[in-house]
């Protein structure tokens, strides 16, 4: 089976989940939509492919990022850097919800296992071993990751943060943690999985920005009691 084919077959199974998880048959996107069901359910069972025209329409009724249906049909989707944050944590919350409700993976995914990984990998990241994995292998991973996600160019972020040498040791572990997380192909997860496969990689990253940002609220000086 070709590259091409395999996506169209992961479009397919998203859109049956998505139908589900909103409660709608494929008649009534067809209404909604304007699209024939005859075409939606060929392109729901592999059987067409589906046009940007189609996945544009699907994006907005069925209420997820246009871009994660683009990349699961088999598009290259350029996110630009303006939009991304944005489409990274609607792509988690819309994929999640979907993940769920379809038991696409079965009970074995979820949220607190993200947390438990990623505090192995910390402690990891501080031990030379650790460093020399992100050192030599962050950048391989990064080139076959490709266009999978914005979520990318914030561990690039990381990435150029932990090679600094003046980054605390309680940063590098944090940041080392998720880096690793990435290049592990242990992942909870596995990547293989399209377009699942790194939604807990890009939940990770989510995940370490806010702990980054709260340890930077705690180091600003605090001006309440100032006279």
């Not at 859109?15 to 909604?32: F, I, P, V, W």
């Amino acid at each position: 089976m070709s590259t091409s084919n395999n996506k169209n077959q992961n479009l397919g199974e998203l859109l049956k989940a998505l139908l589900k998880k909103r409660s709608l048959s494929m008649r009534k996107l067809s209404l909604a939509t304007g699209i024939d069901t005859a075409t939606i359910s060929r392109i729901a069972n592999n059987k067409q492919q589906a046009k940007p025209s189609h996945i544009k329409l699907f994006s907005q009724h069925l209420q997820v990022p246009e871009a994660t249906l683009l990349q699961s049909a088999g598009y290259d989707v350029e996110i630009t850097a303006k939009g991304a944050q944005n489409d990274m944590y609607d792509s988690i919350n819309s994929i999640n919800e979907v993940l769920v409700s379809s038991k696409f993976l079965g009970d074995q995914f979820n949220i607190v296992k993200v947390h438990e990984e990623l505090a192995k990998y910390e402690q990891y990241a501080l031990t030379e071993e650790g460093k020399q994995k992100i050192l030599k292998e962050f950048k391989t991973k990064v080139e076959e990751v490709k266009g999978a996600g914005p979520f990318i160019n914030e561990l690039k972020k990381m990435h150029k943060s932990f090679c600094e040498e003046d980054i605390s040791i309680e940063k590098r572990s944090i940041i080392g943690g998720v880096l690793l997380y990435f290049i592990s192909s242990t992942d909870i997860i596995p990547d293989y999985v399209f377009p699942f496969g790194y939604l807990d990689d890009a939940i990770a990253v989510q995940i370490i920005i806010e702990r980054l940002k709260k340890i930077e609220d705690l180091s600003k000086p605090n001006d309440e009691y100032e006279v």
